[in-house]
C-alpha cells in the first residue's frame, strides 16, 4: 500500500504537465536511486519545470568517501538547479571513490560507466543529451578531468572543484579542448594547487597550473596571456582555444565547494554555447 502510495504521489506530479518520462523514472526521484547495470544515481527534477521538453542538466560527483545521496539532500545545489531550470544528477562512486586513472584503487571503468548513466538519464528523463554539465567536488573534481580528457564531448561542459589531474600527468589528451571552469581554493590543504604526495609518496595529486599546461600546450596557448576576470569573490583567468574554453578560477580560502559556483559555470558554458530557452 505503501509502494502504491507512492507511485501515485509520483504519478500526480508529473502528470500535469503531459510528461515524457518513461515508467522507470517514477520509480526513482530525489532520495530513491536510478540503478543502472553497473551503479547508480540520484535525480532531482527543476521545480515548476515542465516535462513536454528537454531540460539540460548538472552531473556532480562526491569527494571522497562521500555519498550521492548527501549531495541531493543539499539544498543549495538543489536551490540552484530550480533557479537554472535544470536537472541535478548526483553520481555514486564504487564504495565513495572514483576509479580515475593513476588513482589508488581501480573498481569500475568509470569512462563506460558514465556513458552508462548519461544513455539512462536521458531515456528515463525528458534530458537534452547536449545540454549536460559535469561538475565533481575533490576526488570527483579529479574524476571531471580525466572525464572531459578523454572524451570532451562526453558532456558539453565541465566544472572541476578542488581537483585536477594526478601524477604522471598525461602527455595530452584524445581529443578536443572542453569547456572547462575550474575553481581552487588558494589556502587548500586537502587538494593544494601544487598537489600533494598519498600513501607515502606511492599516489601524488598533480598541479593544478600543470593540469592546465596540458591542454594549453595541446592548443598552442602556452605563450598566450590570459583574460582576466574578477567577480564574485573568485579570481579568475581565462583561455579561449580554437574550439572550448579554458578558465581557473581561485579564490582565497580553503577546501570548500559552493552552489553558487556550479550556477556560475552553468550561466559561462550557456553563453559560450549559445543556448537559449
Same mark, same amino acid.
Given at each position: ?15 500535469? =504537465? ?54 541531493? $539532500? ?11 531550470? %535544470? ?29 552508462? %548513466? ?8 525528458? =534530458? ?67 598537489? $600533494? ?10 598541479? =593544478? ?63 559560450? $554555447?549559445?543556448?537559449?530557452?
Amino acid at each position: 500500500m505503501a509502494l502504491l502510495l507512492r507511485i501515485l504521489l509520483i504519478v500526480a506530479f508529473w502528470a500535469p =504537465v503531459g510528461a515524457s518520462v518513461s515508467a522507470e523514472a517514477l520509480y526513482c526521484q530525489n532520495e530513491t536511486p536510478c540503478e543502472t547495470e553497473n551503479g547508480l544515481y540520484y535525480m532531482h527534477w527543476p521545480k515548476g519545470v515542465a516535462t513536454d521538453r528537454r531540460s539540460g542538466a548538472v552531473f556532480f560527483l562526491h569527494g571522497h568517501r562521500g555519498k550521492a545521496v548527501n549531495e541531493i $539532500r543539499n539544498k543549495s545545489f538543489k536551490a540552484m538547479a530550480d533557479e537554472l531550470g %535544470v536537472a541535478f544528477v548526483a553520481v555514486q562512486g564504487v564504495e565513495g571513490t572514483w576509479s580515475f586513472p593513476n588513482a589508488p584503487r581501480s573498481l569500475r571503468n568509470e569512462f563506460q560507466f558514465f556513458d552508462e %548513466v548519461i544513455e539512462d538519464v536521458t531515456t528515463r528523463f525528458p =534530458v537534452d543529451p547536449q545540454k549536460l554539465m559535469l561538475s565533481g567536488f575533490s576526488s570527483g573534481g579529479f574524476m571531471t578531468w580525466y572525464l572531459a580528457c578523454e572524451n570532451a564531448e562526453r558532456f558539453a561542459g565541465y566544472a572541476p572543484i578542488a581537483g585536477a589531474f594526478w601524477k604522471p600527468l598525461p602527455d595530452d589528451c584524445p581529443t578536443t579542448a572542453p569547456y572547462l571552469f575550474h575553481v581552487h581554493g588558494t589556502k587548500d590543504t586537502v587538494v593544494p594547487l601544487e598537489g $600533494r604526495p598519498l600513501g607515502g609518496g606511492r599516489w601524488h595529486q598533480g598541479d =593544478v597550473f600543470e593540469s592546465f599546461d596540458v591542454w594549453r600546450r595541446q592548443e598552442g596557448l602556452l605563450e598566450t596571456a590570459p583574460e582576466a576576470i574578477a567577480e564574485g569573490g573568485l579570481r579568475c583567468e581565462r583561455w579561449a582555444p580554437e574550439d572550448g574554453l579554458l578558465e581557473l578560477c581561485l579564490h582565497e580560502n580553503g577546501h570548500s565547494v559552493r552552489a553558487d559556483w556550479l550556477k556560475r559555470a552553468w550561466r559561462e558554458l550557456e553563453a559560450a $554555447r549559445g543556448w537559449s530557452y
